[in-house]
T-cell receptor, first 117, second 112 residues
Framework: DGGITQSPKYLFRKEGQNVTLSCEQN?????MYWYRQDPGQGLRLIYY???????QKGDIAEGYSVSREKKESFPLTVTSAQKNPTAFYLC????????????????FGDGTRLSIL | GEDVEQSLFLSVREGDSSVINCTYT??????LYWYKQEPGAGLQLLTY?????DMKQDQRLTVLLNKKDKHLSLRIADTQTGDSAIYFC????????????FGKGTKLSVKP
């Protein structure tokens, strides 16, 4: 079955440590996205990538980094510069969007819950 | 104010209809989406509508869009306990490269 796999499901970070969240998709989608969800909040966009080897900052990119070396993979690193990393992180993918009309719905993984030790 | 607003809670009885409302502010909204999130899970796409449509029906789900008032609603007919979840409204805008702008979600509780 095609889908989006996020791992691990739970992750703990020590102070000063960088951690990497994995996101893999086998839907043959060009575009991939990372969102952060805090309790009682909607999702906020961290980074997105419309094509391999290219990515853009979203609304809350500070303290995070990404890479897009393969079409299937879009890992997110939460760096030590992110002072409040505790949240639920969701990865999504879609067919590449048009320049003006973004009519390709995004499909989501099951999320990674990150906590501080 | 927020770009996309939703009421935070809705409680209905099993078998009744549920109506979840959403308002948005940007007139360049192109597509509007409804996602469902069960506890501890990711988001499941339920349905979406282009901004020049006024209604879309898919089995128990009916989406109504009033573009003049920038108001979107999701009606779930014959609501079941399995429909208990958080429902997110989201929009994309012209030239936004598909980036979704989400409301804070409406928690639907279905009582037996």
């Amino acid at each position: 079955d095609g889908g989006i796999t996020q791992s691990p499901k739970y992750l703990f970070r020590k102070e000063g440590q960088n951690v990497t969240l994995s996101c893999e998709q086998n839907l043959n989608h060009d575009a991939m996205y990372w969102y952060r969800q805090d309790p009682g909040q909607g999702l906020r966009l961290i980074y997105y990538s419309q094509i391999v080897n290219d990515f853009q900052k979203g609304d809350i990119a500070e303290g995070y980094s990404v890479s897009r070396e393969k079409k299937e993979s879009f890992p997110l690193t939460v760096t030590s510069a992110q002072k409040n990393p505790t949240a639920f992180y969701l990865c999504a993918s879609s067919i590449r969007q048009g320049r003006r009309y973004s009519n390709q719905p995004q499909h989501f993984g099951d999320g990674t819950r990150l906590s501080i030790l | 104010g927020e770009d996309v607003e939703q009421s935070l809670f809705l409680s209905v009885r099993e078998g009744d209809s549920s109506v979840i409302n959403c308002t948005y502010t940007d007139s360049s909204s192109t597509y509007l989406y409804w996602y469902k999130q069960e506890p501890g899970a990711g988001l499941q796409l339920l349905t979406y509508i282009f901004s020049n449509m006024d209604m879309k029906q898919d089995q128990r789900l009916t989406v109504l869009l009033n573009k003049k008032d920038k108001h979107l609603s999701l009606r779930i007919a014959d609501t079941q306990t399995g429909d208990s979840a958080i429902y997110f409204c989201a929009e994309t805008r012209l030239g936004s490269q598909g980036n979704l702008i989400f409301g804070k979600g409406t928690k639907l509780s279905v009582k037996p």
